[in-house]
């Protein structure tokens, strides 16, 4: 039996086990995993090492390779990558790694400590533009205080395998903290002078629609931490607000094309993942309107459409949780060029969103992971690396044909 059909077995009976015991948890679908693989073993095939994240994958218009690139993480969240082609990789669990292009991993010391319960611990980083002469990067995560938390931003220079100088450029007030352990957000993107970033409703829904409350917002920092003074709203005490546009529930992916547009992904409740263009000031609707449903299956709202609300430019329904995205602008795939990189989370792919002149006009599955798709980046030579969890790990995709 050739190497692509025994993954595509593996796949086929991962993913029907989940759907017969109805789990999608990162717990219960590491243990699936390892049952199905444990079981195929046993009956006489044998897998080369890391075969599994080694294989062809065939798209629309290009054959393509995923090969395993860095394992022995928890839950790897955000990646970025380093002018020296290394990459710094966020582990859920509170440690950030620098990731050499040989997969070796060096642990960065100078974290603060993290909140790291449900969906809160450190989450995202970026590298600031002007990295060769000054080594800032940023870090997102959940800022314990006692036990409530809240998504909190902090720049500090990476030298060697330490941080230092380390500074938080953004924390709510005590106020805003919750015992809650969902939706801190959170994702960046820096465009010119500007750092933005996302955080999520807290589960407190109608927050979303309240320019007092930090969450359920994209807010905009200059990338030293002060607050512009062109941002569109005032805060409680009369001074300019951190808040770019609100109304969104759990925004986990972001991403600037080169011509300036910003791209979000929203994790949305039972169905209704959105795609949306964000812009300065305006209100995405969170929860007056949406096209879900709470889990349970009872309403969230009567409406999908609200004057003065805006529309996504694309609402995955069915859910298929929607985490990271990347907007593709490399010459490795020209095919690809201004299209979305998707994850998915419960289904487990990676998906390529089909984008023309702001408009989705289709998608096209292009990586079936057997595992969670937490986050997608670009290298500058356009290789894509895609985070999984369960067991926790990156694999890199490429042309069939390119070096790498």
Sequence with gaps: MS???????????IKTMKSILCIHSTMGTAIINYMVIFLIM?????????????????????????????????IPWGMAFLPDTSMLVTDLSGVLFRVHQNGKKDKIKGLPDVYYRGQGGLLD?????????????YISYSQPKGKTAFTAIARAQLIGNRLQDFNVIYSAKSKHFSKKSVHFGSRFAIWDDYL??????????????????PNGKIHRLHLDGRIPKDNPYKSEDGKTSTIWCYGNRNPQGLDFTKDGILWESEHGPRGGDELNIIEKGLNYGWPKITYGINYIGTKISDYTHLEGMEQPVWHWTPSIAVCGIKVYENDLIPSWYGDILATSLKYEFLERVIIEDGIRTGSEKIYDAGSRVRDVEICPRGFVYVALEDPGRIVKIVPLKAEF
């Design 125 to 137: 980083v970026e590298v600031h533009p002007d990295y060769f002469e000054n080594n800032y990067i």
């Design 42 to 74: 046993g009956n006489g095939f044998v897998m080369p090492e890391d075969s599994f994240d080694n294989r062809p994958l065939r798209t629309q218009n290009i054959n393509l390779q995923v090969k395993s690139f860095a394992t022995g993480f928890e």
């Design 3 to 13: 190497l692509t059909s025994l993954v595509n077995i593996i796949l086929k009976l």
């Design 196 to 213: 933005f970033f996302s955080i999520g409703d807290r589960g407190e829904r109608e927050e979303a629609q309240d320019l007092n409350k």
